[in-house]
């Protein structure tokens, strides 16, 4: 193949003078060597002749090889004509220009095969090189194996994709490069099968997920098909695949859409059923009209159970109800005209609801509001009807009954405020008697032991104080509901107050057992009213004697800013947590009657008169602990006036 010209040098493409000259050059050198070697070539002359002849057809073509035959006949004819006869040497010619000529014919006949044979091998070259770039350039990714199911092939983009740099790839298992994953079962699909030796078809737009070497996972699209020869076994398969990513989240979010559109529709469903049956099973009657003349639409079960048959769906309202006030159709005219809701309370209506031929009135409260298209466009009226006729009946009844309770209250207390009256004088002249002979007799008898009519007379004296006392929280009862329980505010020293009725209540806490303990070590100066402010010390402490009998009662008064604070504590039974805020009301005990006596108004009294004197009263007990009362008042009185008459009725209403 030394002697092979390249594509630059073939006879199409040389001048004829050299070729022919090429010829001429060979033929002479073939003439010199058979010269120059005669002495050992003589038997055979053509020898050089026929290599010259040979190398001009090889090199030059048929033309030059016929020129080089040429002289070679006469060359040889000339100078190396061996002695015969003419017949022989005409012989001897024909066989060498016949032999020559086969050479000419198969050289330039081989020549043509070798030029063909190379200019296919260097397009091939050249496809192979344009294949190899158009592939790697392409937007797919490429990859293809031997038969032996090795990686051959990959172009830059396959590399991206299954993180497999191309020296690392080429020479690996298939398997190993290309790791597919089925998306919806999430099995391993076996690559392997793309690189067997066996008949399979073109695979094409299989979905798959692909794991990258980092383990990255990503949607793709492949295609396959076998590289066979066409008469040859397989030569191996190319894969194609895309990155499908952008389709795959379309995909997802189509059927994210055409989900959440069926849990909608659902829902919706869901929704309308529960709305039918709100409406059915409504505890109150709904009713829809359409039109001006209010022609029914709809009504639930409860709207015809209140209303009997008179609510016909195709009938309008004004027919149903024949007697109906017309006012009220006037206002669901305006309901349906101006889209103005309308609320009736305990409203009448008089019809035949049972159907007997005999009318009566029911209350209803209802509400009638337009019914909207979905444009916004008032279609009808709805309306919601609960009926309330014994709920008005009762309220009534109870009115009346407290009207007369009412009624019986005021008797209650024009008595109570006549009868204290009553009893307040006499009762008052029988101290004043008890008084005057208790000091009209002498202390000690003649045996020199207390007088005992003066035990008498003070065993006498306690009932009667005690009824005195009773008599005038009655009186306190009577002006503080008829809005006469008036205040003198005066200075007053809390401190000194406080001692002056523990020094009179000694007697009585020392008959209890009841040690009285204070700790008033400062005066507290401000504006009351003097009678009222020990009213509600003397109370304080007779509760607490006679609750926490037998244990010592404190008492303490201090001034905090602008606020003068008494704490009465005592160490008795103590008073359960839902009785606290009801002893301070009218008649109301936390004991038994059988056990303490009294009317349940002490506590009440002093809470009016604290409010009334613009301050507050608390207790903080527990049973068996004792209770600690809690008053604070203002040093100086409220400016809003709350100290009058009026403010203390207000308050014990």
Request: glycine content about 8%; hydrophobic content about 40%.
């Amino acid at each position: 193949m030394a002697f092979l010209p390249s594509s630059s040098s073939q006879p199409q493409g040389s001048p004829p003078w050299a070729r022919f000259g090429l010829a001429l050059l060979l033929s002479g050198l073939a003439f010199s060597l058979q010269w120059l070697l005669a002495p050992w070539l003589a038997p055979s002359p053509s020898f050089f002749f026929l290599s010259s002849i040979l190398l001009s057809a090889w090199l030059g073509g048929p033309g030059p090889g016929a020129l080089a035959t040429v002289l070679a006949l006469v060359l040889t004819s000339v100078f190396f004509r061996t002695p015969g006869p003419p017949s022989h040497l005409l012989l001897s010619s024909a066989l060498f220009t016949g032999v020559s000529a086969l050479m000419i014919l198969v050289a330039s006949r081989v020549r043509r095969l070798l030029h063909e044979a190379h200019d296919a091998r260097a397009s091939a070259q050249v496809h192979g090189q344009t294949l190899s770039t158009t592939l790697r350039n392409i937007g797919d990714a490429v990859l293809t194996t031997g038969p032996d199911g090795l990686v051959r092939f990959i172009n830059p983009v396959a590399s991206y994709f299954t993180g497999w740099r191309e020296s690392d790839a080429i020479g690996q298992p298939l398997s190993l490069v290309l790791r597919l994953v089925d998306p919806s079962s999430r099995q391993p699909l076996d690559s392997s099968r793309f690189a067997s030796a066996e008949p399979r078809p073109v695979q094409l737009g299989h979905p798959a997920l692909l794991l990258s070497k980092n383990g990255a996972e990503l949607p793709i699209e492949y295609s396959s098909a076998p590289v066979s020869h066409p008469h040859g076994p397989s030569l191996g398969t190319v894969i194609v695949f895309r990155d499908i990513s952008a389709r795959f989240r379309e995909d997802h979010e189509r059927a994210q859409l055409l989900a959440r559109e069926h849990d909608a529709h659902l829902e919706a469903e869901s929704q309308r059923e529960r709305l039918e049956t709100l409406f059915m099973q409504a505890p109150v009657a709904i009713c829809l009209t359409r039109g001006e003349d209010h022609v029914v639409e709809l009504v639930n079960p409860l709207g015809q159970t209140l209303v009997g048959e008179l609510l016909t769906p195709g009938r309008s309202v004004r027919e149903s109800f024949s007697g109906l006030d017309p006012n009220l159709l006037h206002l669901l005219d305006e309901v349906y005209r101006k889209g103005t809701p309308f609320t009736g309370h305990e409203v009448p209506l008089r019809a035949d609801f049972s159907g007997s031929g005999h009318p009566e009135v029911k209350y209803f409260d209802l509400t009638w509001q337009p019914w909207r298209g979905h444009a916004g466009e008032i279609l009808g009226t709805m309306g919601l009807c609960a009926e309330v006729t014994e709920q008005v009946l009762a309220r009534r009844e109870v009115e009346a009954l407290a009207s007369d309770l009412q009624k019986a209250l005021q008797i209650r207390d024009d008595f109570l405020s006549v009868a204290s009256h009553e009893l307040k004088t006499p009762l008052t002249s029988l101290q004043l008697q008890l008084q005057l002979l208790w000091r009209s007799l002498p202390e000690t008898g003649p045996d020199g032991q207390p007088h005992p009519a003066r035990k008498r007379i003070k065993a006498t004296r306690r009932p009667a104080e005690r009824l005195h006392q009773l008599v005038n929280n009655l009186l306190d009862v009577s002006r503080i509901r008829a809005g006469r329980l008036a205040l003198e505010h005066e200075t007053v020293d809390f401190a000194a107050l406080l001692q002056d009725v523990v020094t009179r209540a000694e007697a009585d806490a020392a008959g209890a057992g009841c040690r009285l303990l204070l700790h008033a070590e400062a005066p507290v100066i401000g504006r009351w009213d003097r009678l009222r402010l020990e009213q509600v010390v003397t109370n304080l402490l007779s509760n607490a004697i006679k609750y926490g009998a037998n244990h010592p009662v404190e008492m303490t008064v201090v001034q905090d800013g602008d606020l003068a604070r008494l704490t009465v504590r005592d160490h008795g039974i103590g008073i359960a947590p839902e009785n606290q805020a009801r002893i301070f009301q009218r008649f109301e005990r936390a004991v038994s009657e059988r056990h303490y006596g009294g009317f349940g108004l002490g506590l009440w009294i002093v809470k009016q008169i604290v409010e009334s004197l613009g301050g507050d009263i608390r207790v903080e007990s527990q049973p068996g602990q004792g209770a600690t009362f809690s008053v604070a008042l203002p040093l100086e009185p409220p400016p809003s006036g709350r100290s009058d008459s009026a403010s203390v009725s207000h308050a014990a209403n």
